[in-house]
T-cell receptor, first 112, second 115 residues
Framework: GENVEQHPSTLSVQEGDSAVIKCTYSDSASNYFPWYKQELGKGPQLIID?????GEKKDQRIAVTLNKTAKHFSLHITETQPEDSAVYFC???????????FGQGTTLQVKP | DAGVIQSPRHEVTEMGQEVTLRCKPI?????LFWYRQTMMRGLELLIY????????DSGMPEDRFSAKMPNASFSTLKIQPSEPRDSAVYFC?????????????FGDGTRLSIL
């Protein structure tokens, strides 16, 4: 069945450094790839998304890249800040179902 | 704008009891999703609705679970009878549309503990 693998499961960086989280997906028909940030006691919040007709998208310190051939997409956070500490989830879906398949999550810790 | 509203935020009950979780989606959103989050299994989609109609309930674990959406502004997820392994955080999300890959917006969840 459809599957999304996410790595690493935990990531610790110093404030100001960059963080990269990687995901691979199995369903070649997937065409929508959102990233969510989940803080303690809260629901996942969408931070950025990308569709399969685009290779890269940026929003201030956050960027996502997509390689459809390799079925691989990544989240890049530059100039990390302590408030970036959270659990990050990648997901994939295809437009004819709308079902999001989530990765296992990455716990990011940004040390001051 | 009000986001997705879930109630209760926390529920503790004894095994065998009926549990009802509630969700109010964002006004104007046509799609509603119920997820379950556990350490072991991560975020799992249980069921989703489009225009109040259940589209896919293949993620519902057992017949003990049922979900309804009587109107565009309200949905319930019911567990009867509840079991300790049902303990998890249950999230509701809504989206402008199931199709065409519209972003899903999540509520803050109901933390359910079955003793």
């Amino acid at each position: 069945g459809e599957n999304v693998e996410q790595h690493p499961s935990t990531l610790s960086v110093q404030e100001g450094d960059s963080a990269v989280i990687k995901c691979t997906y199995s369903d070649s028909a997937s065409n929508y790839f959102p990233w969510y940030k989940q803080e303690l006691g809260k629901g996942p919040q969408l931070i950025i998304d990308i569709r399969s007709n685009v290779g890269e998208k940026k929003d201030q310190r956050i960027a996502v890249t997509l390689n459809k051939t390799a079925k691989h997409f990544s989240l890049h956070i530059t100039e990390t800040q302590p408030e970036d500490s959270a659990v990050y989830f990648c997901a994939a879906s295809r437009s004819n179902t709308g079902k999001l398949i989530f990765g296992q999550g990455t716990t990011l810790q940004v040390k001051p | 704008d009000a986001g997705v509203i879930q109630s209760p935020r926390h529920e503790v009950t004894e095994m065998g009891q009926e549990v009802t979780l509630r969700c109010k989606p964002i006004s104007g959103h046509n799609s509603l999703f119920w997820y379950r989050q556990t350490m072991m299994r991560g975020l799992e989609l249980l069921i989703y609705f489009n225009n109040n109609v259940p589209i896919d309930d293949s993620g519902m674990p057992e017949d003990r679970f049922s979900a309804k959406m009587p109107n565009a502004s309200f949905s319930t997820l019911k567990i009867q009878p509840s079991e300790p392994r049902d303990s998890a955080v249950y999230f509701c999300a809504s989206s402008p549309s199931t199709y065409s890959n519209q972003p899903q917006h999540f509520g803050d969840g109901t933390r359910l503990s079955i003793l």
